[in-house]
């Protein structure tokens, strides 16, 4: 796949037109993002008609991670003790925020309960996805594997093992 191609892909709902690339890469590449959670239907929708938004070409870990490191969301989650008397350390929930375990990054932001839902929203909003569709699929936590790793990571992965 040609380095013109892939930066075309992944730029912002930006598709290739059907001569971009040839029927066996099509085939070959349409095989590759099944196992990454693609259906026919979505490979054809989102690589020739739609193209991606900014979320689908990073992925759900990038996007994590490029939250939690704003100063200020880091400041919010770092300075939070849930009940000090406890002995709950502060900066628990950005430990937590940061972990791989399914439903703890948006639970954190929840019970940080200082705005960083909203903010969150937001931020997710300027990548393309809705926030109600933010408030659904991080709270259920249940990404494929090509929404989590995000769709450049894929390409990359389906160009090694395809020289």
């Known amino acids: 796949m040609t380095k013109e191609n892939i930066e075309k892909i992944t730029t912002p709902l930006q598709s290739w037109n059907a001569k971009d690339i040839s029927v066996e ?4 590449l349409s095989d590759f993002m099944q196992t990454k959670g693609f259906s026919i239907a979505t490979f054809y929708l989102r690589f020739f008609r739609n193209g991606f938004s900014t979320w689908e ?3 759900i870990n990038e996007c994590k991670k490029q939250f939690l490191a704003m100063p200020e969301v880091a400041e919010l989650l770092l300075s939070y003790a849930r009940d000090e008397a406890q002995g709950d350390d502060k900066g628990y929930l950005y430990t937590l925020a940061k972990s791989d375990k399914v439903g703890v990054f948006y639970e954190c932001l929840r019970r940080a ?4 839902c909203k903010k969150f929203f937001d931020f997710m909003n300027e990548r393309g996805m809705s926030t109600g569709t933010v ?3 991080f709270t259920t936590d249940n990404w ?5 790793n ?3 990571n894929c390409l990359s992965q389906f160009n090694l093992i395809t020289k």
């Open 57 to 59: 070409i990073i992925g």
């Open 150 to 152: 995000g769709i450049k």
């Open 135 to 137: 408030i659904k699929r």
């Open 25 to 28: 890469e099509k085939k070959s």
């Open 113 to 116: 309960n200082t705005g960083l």
């Open 144 to 148: 494929k594997e090509w929404e989590s």
